[in-house]
Structure formats: structure tokens, C-alpha cells
């Protein structure tokens, strides 16, 4: 008899039940204030990645190896962020009440809250690595709290001081810059110095890991709404998150602001798969 | 001494006491459910339309014989509908107040709802003529109930039963359709049949007319979010556009649902600018 | 417990046991001599569907009324179109033979043959109605016998003369239009002109009907590798459809060369999903 | 022995002796004040040919019955329009002063100027028939005299009144339309509404015949630096210049105003193929 | 009471009195030989400059603690590099008159010799920094003398031998490189090295210093006209410039060669953005 | 006489009789699993190369220097790879045997089998230094032995164990590595490491040299259909075919998977030009 067509990311085809990792996309950008499009971010990385392999010659390990399963998109009512972030906090919260690892494709970063919402009550004493060219810490953006500008601040809100570990930023509002500076957060400019002294910092400590792609310098990575030149390389994204993976105690994660439309090459999306596949391959123990 | 860049649409360089029109944009798209970018519409249009001339060889008039100002655009807080239909409405109001005729460009649709309000508060026997691809008469969309598919429907909740005119409709769910043929609103399939008939009906009576762009057929505007195929012609547009604002009691009016990043050509956003033209010229008396 | 990610065609989400008719996509442009990109075909459809109606205005009816069941892409070996073609004939038969009618999802024009070939097997007397800008009538193309090119011409080795119908032809060699016009095939350049005619003449016998979608004007179908002006309108086009479908013994169809690549704009994609609604719901007795 | 690379436009390969009719490219924009890209138009032409087919199901002729010659593109000094028209009117006085029929592919519309000249030389009673969006008629152009907005004024300065009839305009400024309307020329707004009318006034006189591709809709002709919506479509432009060429004595002509860039589905330069192919077809007594 | 839309480059709003550096755009791209372009850099660049930040955390400090003035855009006539070359000497000697710094924004290459005339009659022992891809050293284009590729050659004529520091260059025809290297001016191929030498070289002598931006890698930069492999990085640039702007007496300068409809992804006039906001900044003493 | 229009790479314009080096160029990308598109490769560098300059900054000599054909593209049967192969072994064999050298512009990867085949008849010591960011490596592709995907096994299966060097691979399937790892080939991952030593080992060998130009990274080269991050620099690339050319006994060669219309700045296909002018200029001795 003939099957119905089912789409998943690709080597990402466990059973619910078996699986250690679970993929959900969100595609949102409702609040984005420049150039959206990061709605379509996880319909295309999942459509992208069937022309990816499996293998990683990175790791020297095959997605297929392990147990991921693709839950799909949530539905998501534009024009409404607290129903958004609602919703979000509720799948991570189902997956992690099944015990089993939530990985988030955005959307915009806005989605990040949602997640770390869900992590923060299962874990109270939270960290945070933010991977970002932007600093994301404004208190608010023409008003309003919930934003892609404002994201990591209402982390902040729930984490406190010092939880916070910022690498890759190369842009902000001065005030931004200084607020973190005042022992608010801990932030790197540029690139990812100091990344193992972090690590060192946080030693076993739950993380949540956020991943904004637009870290990378969009040379490499032109899909996204807001490009901010001099960014990291990819090669120096991969080792960053490998080492993260493998030495921290990531208890939930996002990659996220893929906006496919502003890349017709399609190299953006191939890119945000491999990071995917990368992520994956990284988290597993 | 030099001057300091100014940037209005061609033509509407009016002092703004002398001004009988005044044009503003309203660049939001947050609550667009599928292919957003109605955001750069206005900007678009304004620097686009220094390609057209100021001549209409339609109505044989000059565009700079007529008192237009352009104020620019509105700034908006992406995330937050409510408090953008607000800064509409007090946009509009302080035109109308100003007894001036409010003449906005979207955006997407919902702004229309903002502009609606002002002009109501105004005139309560309000009528409205609209010419769209889409029903709009949802009753909410995805459980919110301002968004860009139920802007009709809020409109009627304020103006009442047999108070608006759709045409070219051809896209909505079946329930949109049969609610207008219950006698809440009328409507107009694919096409602008029985326009004439409809003026007639309005008579003297203050009209809202909006115009979303998408009612024109994708080929001749595919810069927009949901093309519809089957749609009208620009030349038919204009005719229809003429007739209502030379016939109609306008008193407000709005052009909206220009996507210009959806067409590399540019085209759309240049016959975007023509329809403005048209009707600022049609619409003074 | 999270569901996996299914992804279909809109509305076409019936049991396959329960379903009348079947969809299923053929990604495969590896005869395509000028501009290739109909392989992404049947994956672009089905994703952008999602921003289509399920209920048509022009039949009033909703699609889903109806049974219709999504099987999905082929997986296909670029470089041997003969194997390509022995897929599909298995897909159809498989189809036909549980009782079900196979709608197929192009891909450029040669999957036709694999189509035709399942539906031969089962009706000898097979007619067929083509739509279409090019009369693909040629013998062989670079010594090959299976193109796009000689995709009718196959057809009529195995039907036989006057048993096929083309329709809005308007780009060919010269010998090719000879051809037809020595009393093989039926041929209308440029238009539906005829169609009643041809109707009647069938009368009842069993029907393949093949829509190449570039007898669509390009202003309206730009998507599509080769472009051929003086098309027709989409609006003739479902009108066309619809009296084919509703009285014909149509017994199994295909619509194909949907490039979605070269409209960057999405409304051809659009355009396509609306001509898969329709047909559907014009299929349905 | 291997070839060298000839690229021709298709069957456009006759020897220069025995050729009857020449056609040059002219790659020059310079004048161009909107878009330019009109340089692109020659060489994309050239090379989109080869999807072509050179019969003609419109006249039922085909090409390759005639003797056309190509002789490629001038090669010509941005910045220096006299030197641009100086190379033009050289090439062209050349394949005249040879007895044959001198067929220009622009580049952007003051290319004409420098054809005129030389059909002029030869024929001092030319008259000029027009189709173009645009009036082309200003005097000067921010004070150039030279420029794509005034080349038919500048024929009508070696010309004289009652020579030119121009067909399809659709945009220009007010006192350009009521320059032609004084008398000097014959202006047709919109569409080729008596053309058969100026065809028997111009008689057996000799006839330089200029087509502005952006006489055409947008929608099917996207590819052009100053789309102008509300135009003639595909199929009354082809009618229209086979009238033309039929009837009137046409001693030199030209295409021109197709600029690539702006039409990623090459649907434009398609169509600029077979207005050329038509016309060389139609050209032949 | 509604104000006018004024747009500047951000945080360019200072009272043209009060300004101590004043921006002007030059959109013009009328010798440009190959792919033209240029012409919608300035007003580009001045759009896109919203979606950028005015601080900077390169060197700390925020655009906004200065006196920058925006012009606007010259008004150019097309076709005449004479009178281009003209109105922008003539723009250039109004600001240094009023004794300000003239902040140039091209453009093609050629508009550099018009401010470097107004520079050099007010400082005749004028040098002149150079950072591009190309030579530009030839001495005629096709015969003419003004071209982007002539440009530093016709500054050379001015200035005369051991005045011109070209940084960058990997593209020029040998005798260009041949005639640099006979000791006329001093060039650095592919990269900055000997920047610092020259600027020690140079000293307190007045400098125009001139950014043709293609000398980025064009994956950094693909809006642009000619892009040329194997460029410098965005951050190598940012070094230079700052370097230059602090250590030299620079007394004019320009950026120019953004072609902006090349990059589909926004992200090249994003970057020139970033250069314009550093340039800006690092000139401040 | 005005002359018909030849169109060959820059600079290679000798004489048939004369050259030592003739280019071919092989549309063909038939077998193309992902993005299809390579076939437009030879003729968009062709077109393009007139953006280039004859002189090498890098190597400082010109191309004029030297005598090289450009016999054209091959016509080519799409849906039929033995053919293909058999077409292009055809041609490579008669610059062979012509004593001249073959030089390959493809085209998708399998091409290179078509001149390996040829060359390997002259030389059956012939080796292969590969650059690719595939392995290329699998026995079959969905059951095909020719396809894309598998070229450089087939070049296996004709060379044997220990003759083949791949530099740069960052994507393929575990078993390919690991069939590369148990001694059948040498396989440098992500870069140009270990190329010296290779060099030594092949000492004067016959080395067939091809270049799969995704080996680049793809912010520098996105006008190819399967992208992957991650890749080599445009300098090092030139460094290292320069590496190659100079030091060992090339005796044909290939450059291929260029596909222009992913890359809508048409950089990729001007650095494929340039990558060709080098290696056009370093294979001279």
C-alpha cells in the first residue's frame, strides 16, 4: 500500500519513544523590525537537507547512529508573541517531560525565550551561551518587552547576573554594550575568545545553548535579515559548538534567524544544515 | 547653503497648511501569515516614484496642479497590533482633523482597520468600497482577531450590515463567502461588475475605499504576499479606481499590499506608484 | 505523543484505502535540453499549497468534500530516463489496479509516457487531450527517442493516429506541425478553439489528459524552463479543464514543467497549486 | 579541424555576400537615466536564440528560407554618446551603401538616432513609425540633447513635422504629448488604434520603423528599465509589426530597450527572440 | 503639525552650519564599461543605513557625538562625463569653502577625479590614498580620456609622479602595472602591506583618500560592478581606513563602486554602511 | 567586409594549427542529482571573460602570450551518459592525437571520465590529482553507474589502486571514506595539505588534473548546485593549480560545476574565468 509522504529532517526518522533528541521548528518572526523571513528558516533546512549526507567528516560520525525525531512546525498566530512564546514553552516542556533533549530551529530570536522558559523550571540555577552578532539586550524596542532586540535581556530577567556568555557580538546600541559590561552578562566581541574559560566558568552547570547563525559573516551566510559583516567563519562556528557540546552540560538548545529568501545560491540553508547535522552529531554522549 | 535630503512620492511637495491631501505610509506586515515584506511598501513606492512622471495621459491632469503633502511613514512596534491600529487612527484623525483627506499606503492589510476607525468616528454612516483578491472575513485567524484575514470582518463590526462592497474577490474559505451572502456584506467575484449599480446604492454617503494591490492579477503585480491568479487588470483597476473616487463621497482611502521584494523587477512597485497617481488626481474635485 | 512531520498537498489527506484518486510527484528533468528545474516541481506545489484555499470559487465546492490521498515523490535515477519511465509506469499501475485514479505531478513532459503507458495497458482504446505551447511531436531529439521533446510522439506509437488532441500549440519545427497535419494527431495552435468539438468526437472512450503548464501565458506562468509568449489565460485554462474533466471519461492525467525556480516571485508555484485544486475537484463525479 | 565559436542569432548564418538582410548589435545604456542594462540586450538575445525554433506557426515561414547575415555588436565608448551614434550610423550607411536591409538589436532608444541618420542619407522623404511606451520627444534632458528621452525629437529635428506616428505611449510629460498634438507628429496613446490609417497615409514612402519593447505590457515583457503598466500585448505587437513590415516600405529598423537583468526568468529575452524572428520573417518581400 | 520625510544616512542630522563633515551622494555610472549599477549606491546606502547602529564597536564611539551633515544627491546629466565631473568639483569646492570636510558617495570611480580637482586647488601639494582591485591607470577607454578605468591616471595628470599610493590591486592590464612600477605611483598588489611606510612617507601632506569598495572580496562584497577574486576582508579594511583616517592628513575622501541590484541579499550595502559609519567616525579628531 | 561573430574565451583566439592548448567546453549536467544547472557553465564563462583582463597579477604574464583555441561547446544528447561520455572522449581524443591539449570546461563531474578515458589510451600510467569538496567515490547512484556522484570510481576502475590524489573533500557518504582510506585512492580532507608530497610521488607521470570547483568555499563561489561550507580560499586555490601545473606532467585537464544561475552577482562564473586564465597561463611551460 502507498505511504503518505512524510518530510523530516534528514538521518532524523526515530520513533517518538526511542528518541534522545526531538527537532521542532518554529516559524516565527512576528516581532523581526528589519527584513523578516526567518518563518521560513525550518520548512527550507528541513526540504534543504535531503541534499546533505549523513556522515559528518568533521566528527567522523553518522546522524544515523543516533535516535533524533522531527516533531515538525508549530502553527503559530502572527501578530500575537505571548500566544507564540506560550506555545513554545509548551513543546519544550512535553519534551522535556519525556526526558528526552528539545532542539529548536527558528524563526527568530525572540523564539529563544520560550525555550529557556521551559529549561529554566526544570533547571533553576540555568546558563546561557549566545552565540550572536548582536547583542540583543535592549530593555525594550519602540516599546514593547517581547522582541528579536530584547530576547536575551528577558533571559537575563530570569537567569540573573553572570549567567549569561555572549561571543561573536559586532553589533548593538552603546548602552547595550554597557549594561552588559557592568557585570550584567559576560560578552565577547567578534569571536569566540575566551570560550574555554567559559566553559571552565560554568563547569557542569545546566546551559542552554542558542545559536543566532548570523554569528557567522555573511560572506558565508547571506540568508538572514539583519547581515553584519566581519563575522566568525564556519569552520570556527563548528569547532565552537563541538566544544560547547562535548564539554558542557547542554540541556536544551536553538539554532535560529535563517531567512532563506535573501540567499537564492541556497548555500545559507546548506550551511544551516550542516550546522544541524553538526549540533546533532555533538550533543550526543 | 545646501539643503538636507528630502524624500517625498513625486509630486506631493505641498506645504502642508496649503495641503488638501496628505499621504502616510504605514510600513507593517507583523500579522501577515504567509509571505511577509509589505513593510518596504512604502519606502518603495516613494523612491520608485521618481521613475514616473507627474502626468497622467489617463486623466489628462497634472498631479502637480493639486496640493499634496507627504508625511512619511509611521513608526511601529512589530509584535503589537493593538498599539500600531492605534498610532493609525491617530494619524488619520489628526488629518481629518486637520480637514485634510487622509491617503495612506500600507502595509498590509490590517492597517486599513486603524484608518477605518478615524474616519468612522468622523462619519458614522460609514460605507466602504474594496477592491482585494481576498475575502478578509474571517472571524479571527488562528484564535487572534486582528489580523490581516479578518480585517473586513472588524470593519463591519463597526459600520454594521450592508455597509461594504467587495470586488474582485477570489480567494477565502467557504464560510467567508457564505457569511457575506447572508446580506452582511455584498461581493463581487473576480471582477468589478456591478460597481456601477453599488455607487448608485451609496449615493452621497461617506466612503472608506481601499484598494489591496493584490486584486490585480499576479502577472501584471506579482510583488506581493499571496498572488491570486485570475485576477483584474491594471487598466480595469484604474477605470473602477476613477469611477469611485469621481462618483463616491470618499473620504478616506488607502493602497495597500505592495511586496516589493517578491519582484526583482521592480515593475509592481512601479505601477503601485501609478495607481497612487491615478488617485490622487481622480480624487480632487 | 509528538507526531511526525507529514507533509501533502492541502486538503489531500484522505486513507489511502479511502481514496478515490491519487497524487503522487515525478522530480525528474533529465531530458530537458534548454533549462532544467521542473525536478523541484511536485516538492515546490506541495510546500506552497499551504497558502491555498481548499474551497474554489469558480466550482463552489471544497476539496475537502473529496478523498484524495498524497503518495509522495518518486525517487528517480538522473541519467536513465528509461528506468525513470518504468517507475512511473509501476506507480500508475499500482494505482489503476487498486481501483484509484492516478494523478500525476511533473517533472518535465516526458513522465507523460510512463503515465500513459499504465493507462494504455488497462484502456487500448486510449484517447488523449493535450494542452500544451510546444507540439513535443518530434521523432527522435539528437538521435534520442525519449525527450521532452518526443514525448507525443511516443504517445502516439502506442495509440495510434487520431487519437490525440493538442491544444494551445504555438512553437515546434515545421516538419512537426507537417506531421500532424497528415492526419495523425489533432492539432489547435495558439487556444482552446475546438475543444467542444474534440469532446464530442471522444465521446466516452477513455481519456489521458496531459497539462503542460507553459500553455499558460509566460506573464502568467513565468515558472517554467521554456518560456513561450502568446499563451493562454489562466482563467481559459481551468474553464478548459473543467469541461474536460467534467465530460470526459478522463481515466488518468498529469500537470507538469513547473520550474519554480525562475519565479522568484512564488506565484507560478501558486498558480500551479490552484490548477491541482481545481482539476481535482473537477475530476470528482 | 575543430571550429572556432560562432554565435549567431538563430538561423541568421548566411554568408555577408548573399545576405539580404544584417543585423548589428548596439550594447549602449548611456543615456540611460532610470535602469540601465540595456547593453545586456544584444549578447542575451543572441544566446537565448538557441531555445528558439525558426518557424514561424504565426506567418508559417521559417528562417532559415531567407538569407540573413549577423555581424555581431559594435564595440563602443561609454561616455561619448556623439562617438556611440558615429559607429552606429557608420555600420549602418555600410550595409545600406551594400544593398541590403540594416536591422539594429539595441541598446537603449537613442541607438536609434544614429540608424535614422543614415536611412536619411539614402532616403531624404523617411518617415518613421514608432511604438514605444514613452513620447521620447523631450528638447533636452537635463540640458542634454542626446539622450533616450529625446531621440524622436531629435529624428524629428532631421525629419520635420508630419513624418513620425508613434503608437502605445503611454507615459511622458504634458508638454511633450502637446508638442505632438500641435502637429508636428502623430501620437496614438495606449495601443495601435489606427495604425491602418497611418499605413495608407504613409503610402509607398520610405519608412524607418523603431520598436520600443516596453510598448508592451510589463507582465509579459518584464525585462526593460522603465516598465510602464497598461500595455499591448505579445499578440497585438506581432500583428502589429507584420502589418507593418507587409505594407509599409520599410528601409531600415530596429529593437530595441531589452535589459536582462530585470527578468530572472529570461521570459523576456525569450520574447525579444521571436519579435526579432517575426520581423526578420515579415521583413522578407 | 506633520513634518516632510527627510532621509539621511543615519545619524547624519546635524544643522548644515553646525556640521564639521559633510556627506554628498554621486549616483552616477555613466562610463561604466561593463555591468552598470552604481548609479543607486548613494540613496541605497542611505536607505539601508536604518537598519544599522550609529555606535561602533570597533573603535567605541558613536556616529551620533559628531557633526555630520547630508546632502543628497547630486542631479546628473547621463551622457556627459564633462559636465558630471563639473557639478561634483562643484559640490566639493562648496564644502571645503565653507570649510568643512567633503565625504563623497559614489558612484563609479570616475566621480574621484572631480572632488580630487575641487581638493587639489585648495591644496596643490595634493597625495592621494587608493584602495581598489583595479589600476584604473589607463591612459584612454575605447579613446576616451574620462572612464572609471582612466580615473587615477587623469588624477595622476593633477598631481604628477610619487603623489598616488594604490593599496589592494589585482586587476589591470600589464602595461598599467608596467607604467606604475616605472616610478609614476606606488602600488601594492592583493593587499595593505606598506601602508604603514606610506603613511610615514607621506606625513603631514594633505591627502584625499579614496575607497573604491571592490577591493573587498567579492564574497564579502558581490555588489559591485567587476567583482575580482582574491580581495581583502572587511575587517583588513576597517584597519586600513581607520589607520589612514587617524594618521594621515586627510582632507577629501569618497567610497564608491556599491552596485547595489548585484546582491539580492542586501548584505554589500549593509557593509558600506558600516565602512561610511567608520570612515566617518575615524575622520573625527 | 563586415565579419560574422565569433565568440571565444579572452585571449583564445589562435589559430587551430597553431595552438598547444585547446579548450572545449561540455554542457552537460545530465546526470545533476541535486541542483541542476552546470550546463550553462562553458558558454556563461565564455560571455563573461570579456569582464577580464589577459594579464595575471599573479603570475605576471598574459594569456595573449600564448596560443590557445577555443573550439566550442559540444551539442549533447541530455538523457543518454554513455553517449555523452562517448562525445566528449571523441573530441579530447582529437586534440590528443593532433599532438595539442585538451582543456575541459564543464559541465557536472562525470564529464571528466569522457577525457580521463581519452587520456588514459595515450597515457596507461596515467594519474589523477583531483580537487573537489565531494568524494565522488560511490560504485553507484540509485543504481546508476554514471552519474555525477560516482565519476571518480569509474576513473578508479581504469587507473587502478594508488593513482588518484583527492584534496579538499568535506562531504560524501561514510563508505566512500573508508573505501578511499583502505589504499584505493589518497584523500585529503577539507584542504591542500600533503599536496607537496604528492607531487613528489606522481614525479613526471602522466596526471590527468580536474577541478570540481565546489573544492571552493562557497562564500567565494555560490554558482554551484551542491554547495558545502567550509572550502578553500580562491588564493589557495590558484597557489595550488599553479603548484600543480608547474610541477607535474599535466596532460589534460578539466574545470567544471559552475552553475551561473545560482549566483545572481555572476562572480562565481568571473572567478571561474580567472581560475581558467591561470591555469591557461601555469600549464605552459
Redesign the interface.
Known sequence: ????????FIGCEAD??DATH?L?GVPF?????????T?FGP?AV??ESF?L?T?S?YQDK?LTDYAV?????L???????V?VLEAIEARAT??LDDGKFPFMVGGEH?VTLGAVRAAFKKHPDLHMIHFDAHTDLRDD????K??HATVLRRCHDLLGDQKIYHFG??????PE?KWADEGHTTLQ??NFDGLAQALQAIGNKPVYFTIDLDVL????F??TG?????GVT??AL?DALIAVSKQANVVACDVNELAP???????ST??AG?VIREFLIALQK
Not at 518572526?29 to 523571513?37: A, E, H, I, K, V
Not at 524596542?141 to 514593547?144: A, F, N
Not at 557580538?169 to 552603546?174: A, P, T
Not at 529568501?261 to 548555500?267: N, V
Open positions: 500500500m502507498l505511504k503518505t509522504n512524510i518530510q523530516t517518538y519513544r526531538v521542532y518572526d512576528g516581532t523581526t523590525s528589519y527584513r523578516p523571513g518563518r520548512s528541513r526540504a541534499g549526507e556522515y567528516p553518522d525525531f522531527d516533531s515538525g512546525d502553527e503559530l498566530p502572527f501578530g500575537n508573541p500566544r512535553t519534551i525572540l524596542y519602540l516599546g514593547e517581547l522582541s557580538i559586532r553589533s548593538g546600541d552603546r554594550f566581541k567578534f559573516d555573511p560572506s558565508e547571506p540568508g539583519t547581515p553584519e559583516a566581519g564556519f569552520t563548528i529568501i535573501y540567499d537564492p545560491s541556497g548555500r546548506a550551511l550542516k
